[in-house]
């Protein structure tokens, strides 16, 4: 297990069930709105959020000389836990979040009380692939996944192809460009929001480049994912997507197909983000999930 300083705050009594949200790939802990983990904490429960090695205020690699894997990405969930003194959680996650919180569901049932997958894909289902291939031009192969929306095609392959920001401004710029196509079109997008979120962001990170690490990491082990394996899933498991999104629609009914009493919530209106507008939905969803 790698020395990498990992950045966390929690909320709420320490008395109260804890809740140990998992963000998704290359994005840092408080894309997890204060909002909605206020109103997470108002329900008695005890919240934890953290930044994955390489975002926000935790320590950056030099990956070529200390390479890592999605399997450390992963280990470093278990090392949140034990620093916080819990030896299991509700684990929310969203997206690749939620793919790490169905491996330690697997892997280590013990650790986890509930768990509840957000806008993610079902573990050993092969997104990256489906992902590489819609972004390329190639075909899909009969069975795989829902590929994304043509809008979020067509603005990443533009991404690739567009020189890198040269500022502050040009990189928060992109970023908000990046974040109203994850958005989706299901409600209004808030400019200016999104605007203060990822000023947030850049302002707090060490080094916004590191976070590209995620993708190197991604490819050093591309067998992270274990194949067929959901149905060992024991923990009770809710699984919600937006009626929007773009990047994965359709993944959260194979998820919920494959892993025993799951139950799968369609939240009208969002895409990939999470809006003020669904805040108290998924909030009061996850409550209940995790009243035990």
């Given at each position: 297990?790698?020395?990498?300083?990992?950045w966390?705050?929690?909320?709420g009594?320490?008395t109260?069930?804890?809740i140990?949200?998992?963000?998704?790939?290359?994005?840092?802990?408080?894309?997890?709105?204060?909002?909605?983990v206020?109103?997470?904490?108002?329900?008695?429960?005890?919240?934890?959020?953290?930044?994955?090695?390489?975002?926000?205020?935790?320590?950056?690699?030099?990956?070529?000389?200390t390479?890592?894997?999605?399997?450390?990405?992963?280990?470093?969930?278990?090392?949140?836990?034990?620093?916080?003194?819990l030896?299991?959680?509700?684990?929310?996650?969203?997206?690749a979040?939620?793919?790490?919180?169905?491996?330690?569901?697997?892997?280590?049932p013990?650790?986890?009380r509930?768990?509840?997958?957000?806008?993610?894909?079902?573990?050993g289902?092969?997104?990256?692939?489906v992902?590489?291939?819609?972004?390329?031009?190639?075909?899909?192969?009969?069975?795989?996944?829902?590929?994304?929306?043509?809008?979020?095609?067509?603005?990443?392959r533009?991404?690739?192809a567009?020189?890198p920001p040269?500022?502050?401004?040009a990189?928060?710029?992109?970023?908000?460009?990046?974040?109203?196509?994850?958005?989706?079109?299901?409600?209004?997008?808030?400019?200016?929001?999104?605007?203060?979120?990822?000023?947030?962001?850049?302002?707090?990170?060490?080094?916004?480049?590191?976070?590209?690490?995620?993708?190197?990491?991604?490819?050093?082990?591309?067998?992270?994912?274990?194949?067929?394996?959901?149905?060992?899933?024991?923990?009770?498991t809710?699984?919600?997507e937006?009626?929007?999104?773009?990047?994965?629609?359709?993944?959260?009914?194979?998820?919920?197909?494959?892993?025993?009493?799951?139950?799968?919530?369609?939240?009208?209106?969002?895409?990939h983000t999470?809006?003020?507008?669904?805040?108290?939905?998924l909030?009061?969803?996850?409550?209940?999930?995790?009243?035990?």
């Amino acid at each position: 297990m790698q020395n990498v300083n990992i950045w966390s705050e929690e909320f709420g009594a320490a008395t109260d069930e804890p809740i140990l949200l998992i963000m998704g790939s290359m994005s840092q802990g408080v894309l997890w709105p204060d909002e909605f983990v206020g109103r997470l904490t108002a329900g008695g429960r005890r919240v934890i959020r953290y930044d994955h090695r390489d975002t926000g205020m935790s320590d950056t690699v030099d990956f070529e000389t200390t390479p890592y894997t999605w399997e450390d990405i992963k280990d470093d969930v278990y090392r949140v836990m034990d620093r916080h003194g819990l030896d299991s959680a509700h684990l929310v996650g969203h997206s690749a979040g939620g793919l790490l919180g169905q491996l330690i569901a697997v892997e280590r049932p013990e650790r986890v009380r509930t768990l509840t997958v957000i806008s993610s894909s079902p573990l050993g289902g092969g997104e990256g692939e489906v992902l590489v291939r819609a972004l390329t031009g190639q075909p899909q192969p009969e069975g795989s996944l829902p590929e994304p929306t043509p809008e979020f095609v067509s603005f990443f392959r533009r991404l690739m192809a567009a020189p890198p920001p040269v500022d502050r401004r040009a990189q928060i710029d992109a970023m908000i460009a990046e974040q109203r196509v994850l958005h989706g079109t299901g409600l209004p997008f808030d400019e200016d929001a999104a605007r203060r979120l990822q000023e947030r962001v850049y302002d707090r990170a060490r080094d916004l480049s590191k976070a590209a690490n995620h993708r190197m990491a991604a490819a050093a082990k591309p067998d992270f994912e274990p194949v067929g394996v959901l149905h060992q899933v024991k923990a009770p498991t809710l699984v919600i997507e937006g009626s929007h999104e773009p990047v994965k629609p359709g993944h959260g009914a194979i998820i919920a197909e494959q892993i025993p009493g799951a139950r799968l919530r369609i939240v009208q209106g969002m895409g990939h983000t999470l809006p003020p507008e669904v805040h108290e939905e998924l909030a009061d969803a996850i409550l209940a999930h995790t009243a035990g």
